[in-house]
């Protein structure tokens, strides 16, 4: 079920796996899209697995039980974020070494520290029940939405965007500039809308 964002914020659900290249593309497409209109949007994560009770974390994972200890760390930074571009940085760090995602945990503290997590509450919430829950309803949340393909992006509940070997079914196109286009189209909240926004009037 898709959560209201905070402050009438306009919600973007990316619906992806973490050990998967094409997640890592749109990823890497709002690293330059969370600078320019963070302040006017949110980001939820929903995770693409099978629910399995009988698992160590819960889940089954399509990229092996790694994938599912990285998105559990992608879960509980996204949480423990002080802001999104805080969260960005962590997520860029652990996609700068893709391969070791889940495998290393060394990695992701370092990540976590250099991004400015609470590494604390961070690590609490990655190695205890509570990051196990958060992967449960995110999973949960994909389930509920129907979205099979990583990686779907949805703006405000409607899907904007998928790639899946290839950009498809993105009619607004699919570059930074598309999505800040779009995200300050949505926007409909009383703060100040970024400067950048004038350009999409």
């Not at 423990?80 to 760090?93: A, K, N, Q, S, V």
């Not at 700068?96 to 889940?102: P, T, V």
Request: negative net charge; glycine residues 8%; proline residues 5%.
């Amino acid at each position: 079920m898709v959560t209201p964002s905070k402050d009438d914020k306009v919600l973007v659900e990316l619906f992806v796996m973490s050990r998967c290249p094409d997640a890592v593309k749109v990823e890497t497409v709002f690293s330059e899209v969370i600078p320019a209109v963070y302040s006017i949007m949110d980001v939820q994560l929903n995770f693409i697995a099978k629910l399995d009770p009988n698992s160590t974390l819960g889940a089954q994972c399509a990229h092996g039980m790694a994938e599912c200890r990285g998105n559990i760390d992608e879960l509980c930074a996204l949480k423990h974020r002080g802001d999104l571009p805080t969260f960005w940085r962590f997520l860029g760090c652990l996609n700068s070494h893709f391969k070791d995602i889940g495998k290393d945990s060394d990695l992701t503290l370092q990540c976590a520290s250099d991004a400015g997590l609470d590494t604390a509450a961070f690590l609490n919430c990655a190695t205890q029940q509570e990051g196990r829950d958060l992967l449960k309803q995110s999973i949960e949340n994909t389930e509920f939405a129907g979205v099979g393909r990583s990686a779907t992006v949805y703006i405000n509940g409607k899907r904007r965007c998928v790639e899946d070997g290839g950009w498809r079914e993105c009619p607004g196109g699919h570059s930074p500039s598309d999505f800040i286009r779009d995200i300050c189209a949505a926007y409909k909240g009383s703060r100040p809308r970024p400067s950048i926004c004038a350009q999409y009037p």
